[in-house]
T-cell receptor, first 116, second 120 residues
Framework: AQKITQTQPGMFVQEKEAVTLDCTYDTSDQSYGLFWYKQPSSGEMIFLIY??????QNATEGRYSLNFQKARKSANLVISASQLGDSAMYFC?????????????FGKGNQVVVIP | NAGVMQNPRHLVRRRGQEARLRCSPMKGHSHVYWYRQLPEEGLKFMVY????????ESGMPKERFSAEFPKEGPSILRIQQVVRGDSAAYFCASSPNPGTGGESSKNIQYFGAGTRLSVL
């Protein structure tokens, strides 16, 4: 069963506008971590933001924020004031359990193209 | 402070040859992970290692694939007798010991740039 679901088709975003990327997850664990990574066309995987399941506040890192809705099991990424360099694939990932099981399960990604 | 270093960036092999992919973790990180990414897909977990120990290899194919993280030197992912279906991007990630508390408790995995393996 798929643990991370990212189903949006490719998105075109106007420069300086905000964009929201959807991510839903499936777990029966009480303790887990949620991550977003960016993969530009050059191919590397860049860590963006982390949300722990027990964190009461939504995570923020600069222009990135995570809209965490635990009851709905969603962890949407919001990119504010889009820049041309934000054009990339964005992957949502989950780590289940507190320690021991450290592997990440990834979604299939969201493609974002920022247009001037 | 160097990040996760993977080499080579690109590797071309003929069917039946061996592929060796190397990964040096970030300074201070003792945990290494290998993932595989097929075209148009997200990353799939393969194996999790600490120095001289394989902790979780539940994602490794049962045959031809092996991984090690020796006491000295980089982690190695070895694929013997490669086939066309092994063509993919292979990513290594590292993280600090999650038991050390503070920021480390998030156990964020930082990735290298990947090795693109092409099997002819």
């Amino acid at each position: 069963a798929q643990k991370i679901t990212q189903t949006q088709p490719g998105m075109f975003v106007q420069e300086k506008e905000a964009v929201t990327l959807d991510c839903t997850y499936d777990t029966s664990d009480q303790s887990y971590g949620l991550f977003w990574y960016k993969q530009p066309s050059s191919g590397e995987m860049i860590f963006l933001i982390y949300q722990g399941s027990y964190d009461e506040q939504n995570a923020t890192e600069g222009r990135y924020s995570l809209n965490f809705q635990k009851a709905r099991k969603s962890a949407n990424l919001v990119i504010s004031a889009s820049q041309l360099g934000d054009s990339a694939m964005y992957f949502c990932a989950m780590r289940e359990g507190l320690h021991g099981n450290n592997r990440l399960a990834f979604g299939k990604g969201n493609q974002v193209v920022v247009i001037p | 402070n160097a990040g996760v270093m993977q080499n080579p960036r690109h590797l071309v092999r003929r069917r039946g040859q061996e592929a060796r992919l190397r990964c040096s973790p970030m300074k201070g990180h003792s945990h290494v992970y290998w993932y595989r990414q097929l075209p148009e897909e997200g990353l799939k977990f393969m194996v999790y290692l600490q120095k001289e120990n394989i902790i979780d290899e539940s994602g490794m194919p049962k045959e031809r694939f092996s991984a090690e993280f020796p006491k000295e030197g980089p982690s190695i992912l070895r694929i013997q007798q490669v086939v066309r279906g092994d063509s993919a991007a292979y990513f290594c990630a590292s993280s600090p010991n999650p038991g050390t508390g503070g920021e480390s408790s998030k156990n964020i995995q930082y990735f290298g740039a990947g090795t693109r393996l092409s099997v002819l």
